[in-house]
Nanobody
């Protein structure tokens, strides 16, 4: 599975962005999908995950109620809708594929996409 993320950019605090991650390969619908982010000088952290069928999701506490992960298996694409953005959300966001219940940990990721930069100005 090859993953290509897009949709990053510069936004003011309180604004919204939607990230997309397009996957190649016919096995996309078998994988749980997740989003991670890495801020300057910090370790990569888990943001959100969605099951292969799209019926289950979970989030890191700091984004609950503001971010929504979704997927369209017909389009081989996973999305991250980010609302009420804060300056501390500034990071490079990467999509990832792996087993749904293991997506919260970097060690369980099987495939990574390249990152897309999100910058939130105050």
């Amino acid at each position: 599975v090859q993953l290509q993320a897009s949709g990053g950019g510069l936004v003011q605090a309180g604004g919204s962005l939607r990230l997309s991650c397009a996957a190649s390969g016919r096995t996309f619908s078998r994988y749980g999908m997740g989003w991670f982010r890495q801020a300057p000088g910090k370790e990569r952290e888990f943001v959100a995950a969605i099951s292969a069928s799209g019926d289950r999701t979970y989030y890191t506490d700091s984004v609950k109620g503001r971010f929504t992960i979704s997927r369209d298996n017909a389009k081989n694409t996973v999305y991250l809708q980010m609302n009420s953005l804060k300056p501390e959300d500034t990071a490079v966001y990467s999509c990832a594929a792996g087993p749904y219940y293991g997506l919260g940990k970097v060690a369980n990721i099987e495939y990574w996409g390249q990152g897309t930069l999100v910058t939130v100005s105050s």
